[in-house]
T-cell receptor, first 112, second 118 residues
Framework: DQQVKQNSPSLSVQEGRISILNCDYTNSMFDYFLWYKKYPAEGPTFLISISSIKDKNEDGRFTVFLNKSAKHLSLHIVPSQPGDSAVYFCAARKEYGNKLVFGAGTILRVKS | GAGVSQSPRYKVAKRGQDVALRCDPISGHVSLFWYQQALGQGPEFLTYFQNEAQLDKSGLPSDRFFAERPEGSVSTLKIQRTQQEDSAVYLC????????????????FGPGTRLTVT
């Protein structure tokens, strides 16, 4: 039962362009959505989150968009930098719950 | 240190051995989580503590898995009689507080322990 899905295993983008990472979910009880970035041999690092009552949250080069009717969220990185190359995980928290449910991740490669 | 630390970073165990994995959360963080990450997958929830109380252990895959946090700080995940399918990265995360319907939802992860069962 995959409640959070990242359907693109990998994405390759030119430096300076926009990176768009997508995530779909099935459970309407999720109340927070989070994006994590992971480098090899390190733990996931929190990037940005959005509450289910919002449709957009921005932090510097990172913007997360939430479309509740489509049960879809996306992470935009503008402009993309080579240091952004990592695995990006989408995660969701169930309302009144504590654990995070993660997608399988998308490998982002930013070419210089 | 300021972050979550885990030890050992790598552990090789023979099938049938018991292992103990340690997590030191960020000082002052009330909530502590354990996740298991298989190769090519996202982390999967194992168990959750609020202070010393284990409030959710629904993700523990079998009774061979046991976690404790006796003083509400350091936590240990113990796996008895390890099997090959236990090979994975075990991640610990901590959070300042988790209040339903409010903030505090960000979890901060340690580097993980890579367990290989041969």
């Amino acid at each position: 039962d995959q409640q959070v899905k990242q359907n693109s295993p990998s994405l390759s983008v030119q430096e300076g362009r926009i990176s768009i990472l997508n995530c779909d979910y099935t459970n309407s009880m999720f109340d927070y959505f989070l994006w994590y970035k992971k480098y090899p041999a390190e733990g996931p690092t929190f990037l940005i989150s959005i509450s289910s009552i919002k449709d957009k949250n921005e932090d510097g080069r990172f913007t997360v968009f939430l479309n509740k009717s489509a049960k879809h969220l996306s992470l935009h990185i503008v402009p993309s930098q080579p240091g952004d190359s990592a695995v990006y995980f989408c995660a969701a928290r169930k309302e009144y719950g504590n654990k995070l449910v993660f997608g399988a991740g998308t490998i982002l490669r930013v070419k210089s | 240190g300021a972050g979550v630390s885990q030890s050992p970073r790598y552990k090789v165990a023979k099938r049938g051995q018991d292992v103990a994995l340690r997590c030191d959360p960020i000082s002052g963080h009330v909530s502590l989580f354990w996740y298991q990450q298989a190769l090519g997958q996202g982390p999967e929830f194992l168990t959750y503590f609020q202070n010393e109380a284990q409030l959710d252990k629904s993700g523990l895959p079998s009774d061979r898995f046991f976690a404790e946090r006796p003083e509400g700080s350091v936590s240990t995940l113990k796996i008895q009689r390890t099997q090959q399918e236990d090979s994975a990265v075990y991640l610990c995360a901590s959070s300042l507080v988790v209040v339903p319907g409010q903030g505090g939802h960000e979890q901060y992860f340690g580097p993980g322990t890579r367990l290989t069962v041969t």
